[in-house]
């Protein structure tokens, strides 16, 4: 067991101690309780995350659409137009 699991268990046991302690329920009861509070957190949490990352990827493909958007109307005045392709349009 890793120190941060050994932590994470020992916090866990100490509020399962400590709710026992308030509403006069056995230990092992206290300990279902908060495993079925953790497991109802992380879904709720899941869930923001997905949603989240969504929300991360629209605005990822919103920034290109919008860099691709500026190259396209960007016009740099005062240079000349390069002529040049298939002889007889204009190439000198």
């Known amino acids: ?10 916090k ?3 509020r399962a101690s400590k709710l026992a302690a308030e509403t006069g ?3 092992e009861e206290a300990l279902i309780q908060i495993e ?9 949490l899941a869930k923001n995350a997905k949603s989240r990352r969504k929300e991360e990827q ?3 493909v919103k920034s290109k659409r919008d ?6 109307t960007q016009v740099t005045p005062g240079k000349r137009p390069v002529q040049g392709g ?3 349009l204009g190439k000198r």
């Open 1 to 10: 067991m890793g120190k941060n699991s050994a932590y994470r268990e020992s």
């Open 12 to 14: 866990r046991r100490e």
């Open 25 to 27: 329920i056995t230990f």
């Open 36 to 44: 079925a509070r953790v497991k109802a957190a992380g879904k709720i």
């Open 58 to 60: 629209i605005k990822e």
């Open 67 to 72: 860099q691709l958007e500026k190259f396209k």
């Open 86 to 88: 298939a002889p007889g």
